[in-house]
């Protein structure tokens, strides 16, 4: 993840230099700025900013990272039938790697309504678990083979809006 981050930053500096330009040869990799899309390319995977939004995809081309604040689509795979997410809700980040979920929403519904709908989709979930404290809801389970943990909080921009995280991990 540190990678990551020094890459992106690069990139955002290379970028803020010029809009376009050619490909630049970095050590294992290259960096490219073309049409506005800066692309950032090493072994190890490819991380990319365009119109606000950064992505990054692993060696072997699979997208595991995407976040915008206008938001993201949901990841490949991603099983929506387990844990759907709730009506007015806009994803801002979402990550998907070997059927490893991580999602992170924002809802325009408040807490207490975000927190009914999510009990009301984990209710059949073995080794339920629900936890309320300082205005933080955390509902854990098993479902399906998968393990489930989903936290909500009210949002830093609003308080009549509910942060969702949502992270689903495939039993190995």
Do not use: H, R
């Not at 479902?143 to 689903?168: G, R």
Request: net charge negative; hydrophobic share 40%; proline share 3%.
């Amino acid at each position: 993840m540190k990678k990551l981050l020094i890459i992106l930053i690069v990139t955002i500096m290379i970028f803020s230099i010029t809009a376009c330009g050619p490909t630049i040869k970095i050590g294992d990799g290259e960096v490219s700025l073309k049409d506005g899309k800066v692309e950032v390319k090493t072994e190890e995977g490819t991380a990319s900013v365009k119109d606000g939004e950064m992505t990054y995809e692993d060696k072997d081309g699979n997208a595991v990272f995407a976040v915008n604040e206008e938001g993201v689509n949901l990841p490949d795979g991603y099983p929506e039938n387990l844990v759907p997410i709730i009506d007015d809700s806009m994803i801002i980040m979402a990550s998907n790697q070997d059927q490893e979920y991580w999602l992170t929403a924002i809802t325009k519904k408040d807490l207490k309504d975000t927190a009914e709908f999510y009990k009301d989709v984990m209710s059949d979930a073995e080794d339920l678990s629900t936890v309320t404290a300082e205005g933080m809801n955390m509902i854990t389970g098993y479902k399906d083979n998968f393990y489930i943990t989903i936290s909500l909080t009210p949002s830093d921009e609003n308080e009549n809006e509910t942060a969702v995280n949502i992270w689903i991990a495939k039993e190995e």
